[in-house]
């Protein structure tokens, strides 16, 4: 099982900016994808920004030029900068991992971390 713990998030002011951590630990082979969704109040849960093993990032069109998202390979952990952060970022974000436990694995898998709270006040 692959296991994903969020740190960060919390309360900021409209136009600060926050970071979110997410280290992934236990049987782990590779990790072709490392991510952050979120779920707004009442809405489904989307995707933020991705980053793949080689380092080919994916940004949701409302948060480019505004979010950065990194991954070290070697410790399995993926980091998201939010800047210049809005009232519509207040949401729930989720650690997100696409990958293989072992090498004898014939499919990916996804996994989730369990979430952290992202309040942005006006």
């Known amino acids: 099982q692959v296991h994903l713990v969020e740190v960060g998030g919390g309360s900021v002011q409209a136009g600060g900016s926050m970071r979110l951590s997410c280290a992934a630990s236990?049987?782990?082979?590779?990790?072709?994808?490392l991510g952050w969704y979120r779920q707004l109040p009442g809405k489904q849960r989307e995707q933020v920004a991705t980053?793949?093993?080689?380092?080919?990032?994916n940004y949701q069109g409302s948060v480019e030029g505004r979010f950065t998202v990194s991954r070290d390979n070697r410790k399995n952990t993926v980091d998201l900068y939010m800047y210049a952060l809005k009232p519509e970022d207040t949401a729930v974000y989720y650690c997100?991992?696409?990958?293989?436990?072992?090498?004898?694995?014939?499919?990916?898998?996804?996994?989730w971390g369990p979430g952290t709270q992202v309040t942005v006040s006006s």
């Open positions: 997100y991992a696409y990958g293989y436990q072992s090498a004898s694995d014939s499919r990916a898998s996804e996994y």
């Open positions: 980053v793949t093993i080689r380092g080919v990032t």
């Open positions: 236990g049987s782990i082979f590779r990790l072709n994808t």
